[in-house]
Every structure is written in C-alpha cells, then in structure tokens.
C-alpha cells in the first residue's frame, strides 16, 4: 500500500493532478499550431473568477486490478485580491488533506498549503509558496520571479528540525517572459473561451524546473457530477504538466466561470479523478450534500 499511496500523493500535493504525456519539448508542428495562453502585459478584461471565489474538490483513487475506488482526500481553492510590489494582484490558496482510506489504512496524513501571487493584469505568477505537511515530513518551498532581469529564485527549507536546514537556495536564468505555477495553471486556463480544436503553449515552473506544456482543447461534452449536469469542454496536456504520472484531462463549464468541473488523471497505480462538491462565487453558490 505504500508505493500506492506515494503515485496518489504526487495528485493530492502538485494541485490537481499528476502528469499528462511525455512530451518535452513541444514538438515542432505543436508549436507552429499553437498559440501562447498569457501574453506578458497583455491586460486581461472580464476575468470568470474574483475575490472571494472557493472551490471544493473531493479527490477519489481507482486502484488497479480489482480494488473498488475509494475516497483518497479534499482540495480547496479561494481567491483574494492582493498587490504585488505595488502592482494589482490575485492571491490563489489552496489546501490538500488526505482522507478515508488513504489516511485511515495507508496511514498517510497529508495537510499541505499552497500560495500562489499572480499579477492582476496577465496572470503571470510572482511567487509561488508549498507549506508540504506529510506525517513526519515538513518543508517550505518558495519560488520568486524576476521578469526584468529573467530570474527565477528558489529556497526550500526543511522546517521538521531545530534550527531549519536549508536544502535548495538557487538562482536560475533566462526564464520566459510569462511563468505560471503548478497552481495559478488552473487559473490561466480559465481566462478564455476554450474552443474545441484549439492548441495553446504555456510555460509552466514545476518545483523550479521550467516546462514548455501544450494544452489541447479536444470537444464540448455534457457532463453529469453531483452537483448537477453541465456543458463542459474537455481539455487534454501534453509537455508533462506535472511529475509523475499518465495522461491528464479536465472539464472546465462554458458558462462565463468556466469552473474546473472534474479531473481524471491516469497514474502508474491506477487511475485517480475528482469532482467539484462546493462553488461560492460572486454569482453562484452551489454545494453537494452528502452523509458521512
């Protein structure tokens, strides 16, 4: 149970899910088709999500061979306006647990923390903050980006002893002009109406590590979740979104939050997904009910 409850640890402490398929770089033709998702001072109008907006995802595992999926753990999300260096910012927290099984069986208590500081006007990421909690393990991982001398900045700090040990304190060149995170990612993505057939490149920085990521919008689907049935569209990653891991895909609603509806994410252990239980947002507040 060990190494299975690790492949669903890189899902419940990387955002939403694990990785997406194994391209990296992007080829050529993915580039020349594709388009960039930010744009570096490009000031981004009618944004879907705003301060106060929460989202509450349950996380689920299906196990390979004959093991029936089981509830693995909870992410929430909120949004808050910020600034940054005087400038208009967005500040995106999100928290993960482990739960049911996971953490009553595997014993693997997760209680991790993630902030993320996004500019208010292109959504690039500022700085990105991990608070990772895991039974024993306790490290502070923060990332900073330069975009006027092209540096990124990386410190992570094991906090679990007396006095904290420093384990990474780098300094790396020449990044893009426009970064997200392995959490702002879900927010990036959202700024648009995602139209089926349409290939966008993002760069994203995942534990420092600069990737090229395609994402690819596949189709519209009307989906049913337990909070109710939606129009969705369908997007898929290539460029190895995330560490470890298959094939990722998520529906996002079309409506104007194009809110990230549920997850699927094929791990080497077996498959795990999840759904949206609570929304509140300026607009719309909507939660699922359900007995313990």
Same mark, same amino acid.
């Given at each position: 149970?060990?190494?299975? &409850?690790? =492949?669903?640890? @890189?899902?419940?402490?990387?955002?939403?899910? !694990?990785?997406?398929? /194994? +391209?990296?770089? *992007?080829?050529?033709?993915?580039?020349?088709?594709?388009?960039?998702?930010?744009?570096?001072?490009?000031?981004?109008?009618?944004?879907?999500?705003?301060?106060?907006?929460?989202?509450?995802?349950?996380?689920?595992?299906?196990?390979?061979?004959?093991?029936?999926?089981?509830?693995?753990?909870?992410?929430?999300?909120?949004?808050?306006?910020?600034?940054?260096?005087? &400038?208009? =910012?967005?500040? @995106?927290?999100?928290?993960?647990?482990?739960? !049911?099984?996971?953490? /009553? +069986?595997?014993? *693997?208590?997760?209680?991790?923390?993630?902030?993320?500081?996004?500019?208010?006007?292109?959504?690039?990421?500022?700085?990105?903050?991990?608070?990772?909690?895991?039974?024993?393990?306790?490290?502070?991982?923060?990332?900073?980006?330069?975009?006027?001398?092209?540096?990124?900045?990386?410190?992570?700090?094991?906090?679990?002893?007396?006095?904290?040990?420093?384990?990474?304190?780098?300094?790396?060149?020449?990044?893009?002009?426009?970064?997200?995170?392995?959490?702002?990612?879900?927010?990036?993505?959202?700024?648009?109406?995602?139209?089926?057939?349409?290939?966008?490149?993002?760069?994203?920085?995942?534990?420092?590590?600069?990737?090229?990521?395609?994402?690819?919008?596949?189709?519209?689907?009307?989906?049913?979740?337990?909070?109710?049935?939606?129009?969705?569209?369908?997007?898929?990653?290539?460029?190895?979104?995330?560490?470890?891991?298959?094939?990722?895909?998520?529906?996002?609603?079309?409506?104007?939050?194009?809110?990230?509806?549920?997850?699927?994410?094929?791990?080497?252990?077996?498959?795990?997904?999840?759904?949206?239980?609570?929304?509140?947002?300026?607009?719309?507040?909507?939660?699922?009910?359900?007995?313990?």
């Amino acid at each position: 149970m060990r190494t299975a &409850s690790t =492949a669903l640890l @890189i899902i419940l402490t990387t955002g939403l899910s !694990g990785s997406a398929r /194994s +391209v990296s770089p *992007l080829s050529e033709s993915g580039q020349s088709n594709s388009r960039p998702l930010l744009v570096a001072n490009r000031v981004l109008a009618n944004l879907p999500f705003s301060e106060g907006e929460e989202l509450v995802y349950e996380i689920n595992w299906k196990p390979i061979f004959l093991f029936p999926a089981f509830k693995a753990g909870e992410l929430r999300m909120s949004v808050r306006k910020d600034s940054y260096q005087d &400038s208009p =910012a967005f500040k @995106i927290s999100a928290w993960a647990s482990s739960g !049911g099984l996971l953490k /009553s +069986v595997a014993k *693997l208590d997760v209680r991790d923390y993630f902030e993320s500081i996004i500019d208010g006007r292109d959504l690039k990421s500022h700085r990105f903050l991990h608070r990772k909690r895991q039974n024993q393990t306790r490290r502070d991982l923060e990332i900073t980006f330069d975009y006027g001398e092209k540096l990124q900045f990386i410190r992570e700090v094991d906090v679990s002893q007396d006095p904290p040990r420093q384990l990474r304190d780098e300094v790396r060149r020449s990044i893009p002009e426009t970064v997200v995170d392995t959490l702002s990612v879900f927010y990036a993505a959202r700024f648009t109406a995602l139209q089926p057939g349409s290939l966008y490149r993002i760069h994203l920085s995942d534990g420092g590590t600069i990737k090229d990521v395609a994402i690819r919008v596949e189709r519209r689907e009307r989906i049913n979740i337990a909070m109710g049935r939606f129009d969705a569209v369908r997007i898929s990653t290539e460029g190895q979104l995330f560490r470890g891991g298959g094939e990722f895909r998520i529906w996002y609603s079309t409506d104007d939050l194009r809110i990230p509806l549920k997850f699927e994410a094929d791990v080497k252990f077996g498959k795990v997904y999840g759904q949206i239980l609570q929304l509140q947002s300026r607009h719309l507040t909507r939660s699922v009910i359900r007995n313990q």
